[in-house]
């Protein structure tokens, strides 16, 4: 049905003067600077994989001679045969013969045995301890990575500092003052910016600048307009030739890997995965995620190696969990505790196999017992890599690792 | 208490997906019992999603027997399937008028978030989860928890007396129920035991049934009770506790009033929940007749939902996309992609919703639809036109000859203005209207449909 709209058709503009509010940097924190121009290969950068569901460290670091093993995973444990031999007595799952690959030319370094006191294994409460950093009856409201970004605030920051490859911003990622950003398609960022966020109405609009729902909404809308110039110019910069797995973590690692190449200054990235929950017919249904895993990495870091930057990466793959030891009748097995953690670069300290899986006849109800709190990986990434005081973002001094 | 326009808006809102202005208009003056009764009544019959009919090829158990060619015919067409269930039921409630009942099927298939294998399950799931949404909780309870899709997904239907698998009892008692910090590991397993039995089948049609050979009927201790407990029995003492009942207004609460939880106002809803053993009508009575349900602390302080936002933004602007994949993507994109949960968690909420990406798609979205998709022109977002691109291109059309129906008698300045409540509420006007005078405003051309843009586009359209 037409309805006359004549009455709506108008030619004038109404614009009025313009009121001069201060810029959207006295409505953010005191924690944000100008972008100092850094240039990105002079940046240690960290790459966060999340395997979410806890994936099976025992079946992906094979303790290939160990009989106990075999004893309590007669239906699913990987054959001898299959297994891809690290050294006498570990070796990789067939499914991750990158892995191999990277352990082969030194640069992979698996820790064993990573876990907390108090275990969890609740999917929410363990994946929310990782991320938080916290005691497992703690309940930490901020991210480890969201506290780095407060903790580096007084050095040269930028909005996008830390950056998550998805549309939802993970709790990790949360500080007390600083966020990371969330950018689902980096290189097609600034045709998502609405028409009306622009220069004019970030620094005359008169947001709220305090806690509330709407001060947040205005927030956000500013952090995320401030990075956009800069990430629009970097897309000019490089566009990868690799293949990549066409899948969801394919996809977030590639972008993670453009933004590296085209010489991105953020220091953190985080993707994520999923489909490791095995509880039943494991063998089958973690074939798809794994064969993505391997594809992933096997891109990621090929594509990184091609213009160097993999010399100032490094790269941590970890899961809220492992699983138990024993399979269940399902073929398959439930949620467990300690379980191994990958980091790979080329300038690990220590690469190979860190150190040994926890006593296969020496459990906690089931569950391998852990001998390295993940808070030290952390802890020695923060100090070592990150160069960030690690006892500001983690509240403790935990005793660092050697793998860097 | 007579409604004002700002509360009544403000029911409409939260109990629904919003109103059209002049539905709105005839509700001022009238009492919140008023309305919220007819708004009860509007929901009183359950329309159920008929996407596919349990006849349809991908209705049954997965066929024996296929080729390889057959198998993946076979997945293209349950994929297929999936997205008529998931489309039937999100284009339904763009027109909708049961709307009370739409919105707490999406807050109990959030809380009872499965992800289904086959797509006749997940149909019926949905409609078993809609049937008693408004009704009694335990029955909710006990007919989900017994639904073969949800057996399936939590791996109850391999739950056996010889070997207890727990991921059914866990998250029976973390998420369905109690919650965390309620019971132990120790409880867990034995809930298991408990719940040893509880299998589905198929004869024709899909069934639950209970399996006395694998069910474990010896005594079990659970929450402190010794008893030969089967899963029912599982069902009633954790209704018994009062943290259940916590458990579950906590949620509501959060869902229908506001991102801070109130402590004392959850306690005194829990109280009156368990009292009414459970009944969800009464608790959604309590909620909306509360007199701190219409303070200024509440009223337009709430982050919109994925779906107040899509629904809402779907309504007001009456988008059609005649493809189908741009309003699967447009759910990704607001983070509820309906019946595909992440996790057995559900979906994020509140603030989780908001950060620069997704909140720049939920400002961008409504000016390319206002730019380019109205008077028979077609909006594309985002993508790219390779079908094999992850992005998709989204795609579709508006009409806006209802909204310009309503504020047409009106002089220009009062139709903006009523315009202005209209989509941000009383508060946004403030705010709005000042902007006006700052000069923020610039419009040539049809003033009308680029002063609804820029509305659409504030921060403050984000709020309900």
């Known amino acids: 049905m037409k309805v006359n709209r004549r009455k709506f058709i108008q030619t004038t503009s109404v614009l009025g003067s313009s ?386 | 208490m007579e409604l004002s326009q700002k509360e009544a808006r403000h029911i409409y809102q939260r109990a629904g997906f919003g109103v059209s202005y002049s539905w709105l208009q005839s509700k001022i003056g009238l009492t919140a019992a008023e309305v919220f009764q007819e708004i009860k009544h509007n929901s009183s019959a359950v329309q159920e999603t008929n996407a596919i009919g349990l006849s349809d090829r991908v209705s049954g158990p997965y066929p024996k027997g296929l080729s390889t060619a057959e198998q993946n015919d076979y997945r293209v067409a349950r994929a297929n399937s999936f997205v008529k269930v998931n489309l039937t039921w999100l284009r339904s409630m763009f027109t909708s008028k049961s709307d009370l009942r739409e919105k707490m099927t999406i807050f109990w298939h959030d809380h009872f978030a499965f992800i289904a294998k086959n797509p006749y399950l997940c149909q019926d799931l949905l409609n078993t989860i809609r049937k008693d949404a408004l009704g009694d909780f335990r029955s909710l309870l006990t007919n989900v928890s017994k639904h073969p899709a949800m057996l399936e997904f939590l791996d109850n239907q391999r739950n056996n007396r010889d070997a207890p698998n727990e991921n059914f009892a866990r998250e029976f008692l973390e998420l369905f129920t109690l919650g965390i910090g309620n019971y132990s590991e120790a409880d867990i397993k034995e809930a298991a035991r408990a719940f040893t039995g509880w299998k589905y089948k198929f004869d024709g049609s899909w069934q639950y049934y209970f399996d006395h050979k694998t069910h474990d009927d010896e005594p079990k201790t659970f929450l402190g009770e010794i008893g030969q407990f089967t899963g029912d029995d599982i069902i009633n003492i954790t209704l018994n506790h009062r943290a259940t009942a916590k458990h579950l207004v906590t949620k509501v609460y959060l869902f229908l009033v506001s991102d801070e939880p109130d402590e004392d106002r959850i306690d005194e809803l829990a109280d009156k929940f368990y009292q009414s053993s459970y009944d969800i009508e009464s608790l959604l009575d309590d909620i909306f007749m509360s007199e701190w349900f219409y303070s200024d602390e509440i009223i337009g302080s709430k982050i919109k939902s994925q779906m107040e936002y899509l629904v809402g933004l779907g309504r007001l602007l009456r988008i059609e996309c005649p493809q189908d994949y741009p309003l699967v993507v447009m759910q990704q994109y607001v983070g509820q992609h309906l019946l595909n949960p992440p996790n057995v968690g559900g979906w994020p909420s509140g603030r989780e919703l908001i950060n620069s990406s997704s909140l720049f798609f939920r400002m961008k979205l409504p000016q390319v639809i206002l730019d380019e998709g109205v008077e028979d022109k077609r909006f594309d977002f985002l993508g790219s036109d390779d079908s094999d691109d992850f992005y998709y291109k989204i795609r579709g059309s508006a009409d806006l000859s209802n909204i310009y129906l309503e504020f047409s008698d009106l002089p220009l300045e009062s139709a903006l203005k009523e315009l202005r409540v209209y989509i941000l509420g009383q508060e946004g006007e403030r705010i709005a209207a000042s902007k006006i005078e700052s000069g923020w405003f610039k419009s040539e051309g049809d003033i009308f449909v680029e002063y609804l843009k820029e509305l659409l586009q504030l921060p403050e359209y984000q709020l309900c």
């Open chain 1, 19 to 404: 009121v001069l509010v201060p810029g959207f940097l006295a409505q953010l924190t005191n924690c944000t600077t100008p972008q100092r121009s850094r240039v990105a290969h002079d940046i240690n950068k960290l790459v966060v994989i999340q395997l979410s569901g806890g994936n099976d460290g025992l079946n992906s670091l094979v303790p290939y001679q160990n009989d106990l093993y075999y004893e309590k995973r007669p239906k699913i444990a990987i054959k001898k045969s299959k297994v891809l031999a690290a050294n006498d007595e570990y070796g990789f799952s067939p499914q991750l013969a990158s892995f191999k690959k990277l352990y082969d030319d030194g640069l992979l370094s698996v820790i064993n045995g990573v876990g907390y006191p108090n275990p969890d294994r609740s999917h929410f409460r363990s994946m929310d301890i990782w991320h938080t950093g916290g005691d497992s009856n703690h309940h930490v409201s901020t991210g480890w990575i969201g506290r780095y970004l407060d903790a580096k605030c007084n050095d040269q920051i930028n909005p996008h500092e830390a950056v998550q490859m998805s549309t939802m911003l993970s709790r990790v990622m949360n500080g007390e003052q600083m966020n990371g950003l969330a950018l689902a398609d980096p290189f097609n960022y600034h045709n998502t910016v609405p028409q009306m966020v622009n220069a004019d109405w970030i620094n005359n609009t008169p947001g709220p600048a305090d806690n509330s729902n709407l001060g947040f909404l205005y927030k956000t809308a500013q952090n995320g307009y401030a990075s956009l110039d800069y990430l629009k110019s970097l897309s000019k910069h490089y566009t990868s030739s690799i293949d990549y797995p066409p899948t969801v973590l394919g996809n977030e690692l590639k972008g993670i890997a453009q933004l590296i190449n085209a010489g991105n200054n953020s220091s953190v990235y985080y993707a994520s995965h999923t489909g490791f929950d095995t509880h039943a017919t494991q063998i089958n249904s973690i074939s798809w995620p794994m064969k993505v895993f391997n594809g992933g990495i096997n891109s990621f870091v090929k594509d990184l190696r091609s213009t160097g930057a993999l010399d100032s990466t490094l790269i941590l793959v970890f899961s809220e969990f492992g699983r138990r030891v024993e399979e269940n009748a399902s073929g398959g097995t439930d949620h467990g505790t300690a379980n191994c953690v990958f980091l790979i670069g080329n300038q690990l300290n220590r690469a190979g196999i860190y150190n040994d899986i926890p006593d296969l006849s020496d459990l906690d109800n089931g569950d391998l017992k852990y001998s390295i709190d993940f808070r030290q990986v952390y802890g020695t990434i923060l100090d070592k890599w990150l160069k960030v005081d690690s006892e500001v973002v983690l509240k403790q001094k935990f005793e660092h690792l050697q793998f860097i």
